[in-house]
């Protein structure tokens, strides 16, 4: 009689889950993708303190994660600190890898049109988002009052 045996994580498995968790990617899409299954996936979550997108796929779902549009992410530490990091993408796979203790977490309520409004810079970042898939923009760290 055999016995079967859970495949062993790689460390390169655990970035692409983190990614996808920070990507806001459903269990069950991060699984297919992984070629995992759920509770595997969920399970590896909760060890590794990532949260995953809750909720039901409507008919009309993006499938396997797919993004549309133009995305932000901010790179943060592990206690919520901001690196000063921002990418811009149209898919999470085009991100770039994080600084050494940090993840890419998305913005959802980033709204390009409104950030060009608001800083008209943005246009040849956004630009070379269009451009290469990916652009990243390095800010100063936020003062108090700011």
């Not at 699984?31 to 909760?46: G, L, P």
């Not at 809750?54 to 600190?81: S, W």
């Amino acid at each position: 009689m055999s016995v079967l045996r859970a495949r062993p994580w790689t460390s390169h498995e655990d970035i692409v889950l983190q990614r996808s968790a920070a990507a806001g990617k459903y269990a069950a899409a991060i699984a297919a993708e992984m070629n995992r299954s759920e509770s595997t996936i969920r399970n590896r979550a909760a060890l590794l303190n990532l949260t995953l997108a809750k909720g039901q796929r409507g008919p009309k779902a993006k499938a396997k994660g797919a993004m549309t549009g133009l995305h932000k992410f901010v790179e943060k530490g592990q206690h919520g600190e901001e690196t000063g990091r921002t990418a811009y993408v149209f898919q999470s796979s085009s991100l770039p890898q994080p600084a050494e203790g940090t993840l890419w977490h998305p913005v959802r309520s980033f709204n390009a049109a409104e950030e060009l409004l608001y800083d008209p810079s943005l246009g040849a970042v956004f630009k070379m988002a269009i451009q290469k898939g990916c652009a990243v923009a390095t800010s100063k760290a936020k003062g108090p009052s700011e």
